[in-house]
Structure formats: structure tokens, C-alpha cells
């Protein structure tokens, strides 16, 4: 995910108002048009546009600053997991791993031969 910072020039032309994009990637539709997953914030702060007295200029460093600042917090609280805007993530199910049983056998190959033959089986030197 990407934070930015968008300004939008108001159509008097005096002040721009500032809002966070939050992109979550895009995607591509059926008919090959990609799709951007964004979401918008508006932070009611305010710039001017042509800042022509000290105190203009002043105010549009300080409230740059404090977007800077959201969007710092914004992206610590991403990291944190606790950003409500972002979607659950997808949980995959593992399949179930079968239990592993170890087994010591001690055969006896002539008792083996017994048991199988009382059962039809018959025994067969491997070669023959």
C-alpha cells in the first residue's frame, strides 16, 4: 500500500485543498481495462495557491508539515495492522498434514510365511 498526498486547485483558483490517496494496487477487469484500487481522505486543511505575504508562505510550511505528519501516522498505523480502511486479508486454510506414527516392526519371516499361507497367500523367492 502507498500513501500520497493529492492537491486539488478549487475553481476560484485562490486555495488548493489537500487530501491522502491510499492505493491498495490495481487490477484488471474482464475487458483488459486496468482497475485501481484506491480510497480518498479529505483533511480539510487548505493551501494557497500563489502565497504572496510572509504569513501565506508561513502557512503553507506548517500545514505541509501536518500532512506529512498524518501521512507518517497513517503508514505506522498500516504497519501496525490497525488501519481501518484496508481490507481483511485473505486467509488461505492449510490442508491438514497427516499424522506421522513411527513403528518398530520385528518380523519373523518364517512365522510371516505361516500366517500368510493359512490365507491362501503363497511365498515366492524374488528372482524364481
Known amino acids: 500500500m502507498r500513501i500520497t498526498i493529492e492537491k486539488i486547485t478549487r475553481k476560484a483558483g485562490d486555495k488548493q485543498s489537500i487530501r491522502l490517496v491510499y492505493n491498495f494496487g490495481s487490477r484488471t477487469d474482464e475487458n483488459g481495462k486496468i482497475k485501481h484500487n484506491r480510497k480518498r481522505k ?4 487548505y493551501l494557497h495557491t500563489n502565497p504572496k505575504t510572509k504569513a501565506e508562505k508561513q ?3 506548517e500545514t505541509m508539515q501536518l500532512v506529512e505528519q498524518i501521512k507518517t501516522k497513517q503508514l ?3 504497519t501496525k495492522g490497525q488501519f481501518k480502511l484496508i481490507p481483511a486479508p485473505i486467509v488461505f486454510h ?3 498434514q497427516p499424522k506421522i506414527v513411527k513403528l518398530t516392526l520385528n518380523l519373523d519371516i518364517d512365522q510371516l510365511a505361516k500366517e500368510l499361507s493359512k490365507h491362501g497367500y503363497r511365498i515366492v523367492e524374488a528372482g524364481k
Open 42 to 45: 479529505h483533511l480539510d486543511q
Open 59 to 61: 502557512h503553507n510550511i
Open 76 to 78: 505506522a498505523e498500516y
Open 94 to 96: 492449510e490442508t491438514p
